[in-house]
């Protein structure tokens, strides 16, 4: 009897000579997925290159070349001579995978679970009942005027500072910063916030959300206390609970956060956030009493201040407020503020202020996190800042949300009364409206977002209780979106104060009803 042939299967593996990618690698793609969804089993012979060449068409080299990249990466193994198999290593288990991988459709069931802070940090966003990648809309808070921001004077100073950029300043940079940016920063905010910094002590980071997490990272160890305003900022309360520390909710009044009860509550706090400029969410403002007792806690308990002054700029019945840190004397307060209120939120760039004695901390905790920013976002700001274009669409953007907000509470007045009080601020790009009859503020903003609107729900942003009251953005909100948004608000009230029953309320409301 004959000798058994020894040749390896026929691989039926088609071939598109016009397609961009080349033979091999169509051959190894082929090859590997008829592996991994078990076509070829382990152990499966396959034909020499001299034998698939002539079967495919192809030349012996292209044939060598996708065969060494299967072997390369522990597919196939040659078993001496022309002799070539699929390995018999492979896990079945793994095979087996490869077929369920092919069907994008089936999810992939992971075996790995979240750590206890990342589970504590993702409550406070489902908390805070945050929108993710959604745009300007009535009545989003947060959101700048983009539809006025000056994108072809940005778009200039880009190009010029692209075509003119060196290669050198295309290699790693400052963790601080781009040092130019750095000098302008501090140039503007000892002007125009009565900050006491040098350039030295200035870090140009993603914003101040990347500010809260740094801070955290260098202030805190795991179990310390921070004192937060009740209510508060959600970010700072995501930031400080994922570096392991305590929250201790310190209540705010209309003098801003009550440093009595946070001495009493936890005197022996590591950090206290603060927004002395202008609460959020509430927009009271820190008086002086509460300031200098603050600093004196702080200054006594070797204690850091973190001041968020997030949109200190647009301030409408007096000049911008001197920063807390203006007054600090015992370096104790880390000052942060941001680019992405004043231009877009796009816009990742802000600023922290650290005393001269946590620089070299800052900096190592920078590196380690990523590196530093973006180059030629850093160098465009600075010219735009330095050439006045900043100050400029500061003193524009003022006077565009001032009277936004003048239209926004007029409006409500005559079309939410009784139903929603909203009451006129003295700064910032939000108002606060105060619910009536009753109602519920997160079923009212859940109707809302139903109805097309975005409001926040104060209450979750508290810990204790607080009447029911929701947070509307009108900076970025057009005239008519202003007009449009108040009257949809009006049906989505109306609504809820009729059910009286704020956790059932019917899912009739359509936003085509109220066109």
């Known amino acids: 009897m004959p000798p058994r042939a020894r040749r390896g299967r026929i691989l039926a593996v088609a071939i598109d000579q016009k397609s961009g990618q080349p033979l091999y690698r169509q051959i190894y793609t082929h090859v590997r997925q008829c592996i991994l969804d078990g076509r070829l089993a382990p152990g499966a012979r396959l034909p020499s290159t001299r034998q698939l060449a002539a079967d495919l068409r192809v030349s012996r080299s292209t044939a060598v070349q996708a065969y060494e990249q299967l072997r390369a990466e522990g597919y196939i193994e040659g078993l001496g001579g022309a002799e070539t198999r699929v390995t018999d290593t492979l896990p079945d288990s793994f095979v087996r995978a490869g077929v369920r991988d092919a069907d994008t459709s089936v999810p992939l069931r992971s075996v790995l679970a979240p750590s206890a802070r990342a589970r504590a940090t993702a409550a406070c966003v489902r908390r805070a009942m945050l929108p993710v990648g959604m745009g300007p809309r009535a009545f989003r808070a947060g959101v700048p005027a983009v539809d006025v921001f000056p994108v072809d004077t940005w778009g200039r100073i880009m190009a010029r500072r692209w075509s003119r950029t060196p290669a050198r300043d295309l290699a790693y940079g400052d963790p601080f910063g781009y040092r130019p940016l750095r000098e302008a920063i501090a140039d503007y905010l000892r002007a125009a916030r009565g900050v006491r910094c040098t350039a030295d002590q200035v870090m140009v980071v993603a914003g101040s959300q990347q500010a809260l997490d740094l801070a955290a990272r260098v202030i805190l160890d795991p179990g310390d206390k921070v004192w937060l305003e009740d209510p508060g900022y959600h970010g700072a309360r995501g930031a400080f609970t994922a570096a392991g520390g305590t929250i201790v909710p310190v209540p705010v009044d209309q003098d801003g956060l009550d440093v009595m009860a946070g001495r009493t509550l936890a005197p022996d706090a590591r950090l206290a956030f603060v927004t002395p400029s202008r609460q959020l969410p509430l927009g009271a403002t820190m008086s002086l009493t509460r ?127 009784g139903l929603l009080d909203v009451r006129p601020a003295d700064a910032g790009m939000t108002v606060v409206g105060w619910l009536g009859g009753g109602m519920d503020d997160v079923a009212t903003a859940r109707a809302a977002e139903r109805a097309g609107l975005y409001v926040l729900a104060v209450s979750p942003l508290a810990v204790r209780p607080l009447p029911p009251a929701l947070l509307l953005g009108y900076a970025g909100v057009r005239d008519d979106e202003i007009r449009e948004g108040v009257n949809r608000l009006g049906i989505v009230l109306e609504q809820v104060a009729r059910s009286r029953a704020p956790n059932e309320i019917r899912h009739t409301l359509m936003v085509g009803s109220v066109a």
Not at 380 to 396: K, L, P, Y
């Open 291 to 417: 300031r200098l007792a603050l600093l004196e806690w702080a200054a006594a308990s070797r204690a850091a201040i973190f001041e968020d002054d997030y949109d200190s700029e647009f301030r409408y019945a007096s000049r911008p407020l001197p920063a807390l840190q203006g007054l600090d004397r015992a370096g104790c307060v880390l000052y942060a503020g941001t680019f992405s209120k004043v231009t877009f939120p796009s816009m990742r760039l802000g600023y922290l202020v650290v005393p001269p004695s946590l620089v070299d901390a800052f900096g190592a905790a920078r590196h380690f996190a990523d590196f530093h920013s973006p180059f030629l976002e850093q160098a465009v700001m600075t010219d735009f800042i330095v050439e006045g274009h900043f100050e400029r669409h500061i003193r524009r953007m003022r006077a565009i949300y001032h009277e936004r907000q003048v239209l926004l509470v007029n409006l409500a007045r005559e079309r939410l009364g």
